[in-house]
């Protein structure tokens, strides 16, 4: 007999949202081939930590379930977890971890960031997407809808439509939302405000929430919730998948973070509370690591990046969710 035990901790807010996904599973995975049974147990001293349970007759049953969609939706369950989670696999005469998961994926994924990304949803979306090109879109204001769902993050965005004006974002019932979509939790991603001066995206179909449209922009794994959620580290590189095109024109102010090895990351939207003409001196708020500095420069000419997921695409963010771009050295 060979026993899995998963020990999570959950932010409050996803808590509740995990714990009924996966509750839902308990039936599907029971009813698998070799399934002895299955358990969801919550903490009697922290409301907020879980244990999921599933007991198996053989290795062999066990290592068909974890190439199953059902052991992949509970894997975008554990993404949400607050830290890395405790995994026991005990087959008798072993104790394992997830070394042992990853064997069955022949090393060719990564646990703690696999997600269903080719769920039907996705697929739907992607079928639908189309290039949109818009002008003129320094300082233009846009919003996002983050729709959580056990497969992953679907992101709605709204630019080219509108500016996801302030009395209908401010009223908006995210309660409403979850029920629209069917989706575990539902997050707003802004306002914020774009500083190239056009831009190609890839956005699929329309969606209107509380009264505002939106494209579908971007699928992601439920791991990006749990980093927005605690803030995300600053000044830490990393590598989004998206296809978007960034024209930044000659005579015009650009705002960079320059890493230690001497690349450059230009500001790709602000946040509200700092106005374009403040930008020029947020090299004095945000508290750089060693090795790092912020600039402002006027362009002598058009800076362009075409970003696609058939390239690496490095970004960064600064102390206060900002985000940058890499375009080339400094």
């Known amino acids: 007999m060979l026993t899995l035990k998963v020990h999570m901790s959950f932010a409050p807010a996803v808590c509740d949202e995990a714990a009924a996904v996966l509750r839902s599973l308990v039936g599907p995975v029971r009813a698998e081939p070799g399934c002895i049974a299955t358990r969801l147990l919550k903490s009697t001293e922290e409301a ?35 830290a890395k989670p405790e995994v026991e696999i005990d087959d008798i005469a072993t104790r394992r971890g997830f070394d042992l998961v990853e064997e069955v994926f022949d090393n060719t994924l990564s646990v703690y960031s696999i997600s269903e990304t080719n769920s039907k949803e996705r697929e739907m ?47 908006l019932d ?34 209107i929430f509380g009264g505002i449209e939106a494209r579908w922009a971007a699928h992601a794994p439920l791991s990006v919730v749990q980093k927005g959620a605690s803030g995300g580290a600053p000044y830490q590189i990393y590598t989004p998948s998206k296809t978007q095109s960034m024209v930044y024109d000659a005579g015009k102010p ?77």
């Open 48 to 82: 907020s930590n879980l244990t999921w349970m599933e007991e198996w007759r053989d290795i062999k049953e066990f290592e068909l379930h974890l190439k199953g969609n059902t052991f992949r939706k509970i894997l975008a369950v554990i993404e949400l977890a607050a």
């Open 125 to 171: 979306s992607d079928e639908k997407m189309e290039k949109i090109t818009v002008e003129n879109t320094r300082n233009m204001r846009y919003g996002e809808f983050f729709i959580i769902k056990p497969d992953g993050l679907q992101v709605y965005n709204t630019t080219g439509l509108n500016d996801c004006p302030a009395e209908l974002w401010d009223a």
């Open 254 to 330: 650009v705002f960079e973070l320059i890493d230690p090895d001497g690349y450059a990351y230009v500001l790709q939207a602000r946040e509200e509370r700092f106005p374009i003409p403040e930008l020029e001196k947020l090299g004095d708020k945000l508290n750089l690591p060693e090795g790092w500095r912020y600039r402002s420069r006027v362009l002598n000419e058009d800076l362009a990046l075409d970003l696609s997921p058939a390239g690496t695409i490095y970004a960064v963010g600064d102390d206060f969710h900002q985000y940058y771009t890499r375009h080339g050295r400094a």
């Open 174 to 207: 995210l309660d409403e939302i979850k029920q629209q979509t069917g989706a575990m939790q539902v997050q707003l991603n802004g306002p914020h405000f774009w500083m190239m001066d056009r831009q190609t995206l890839a956005l699929g179909e329309k969606a």
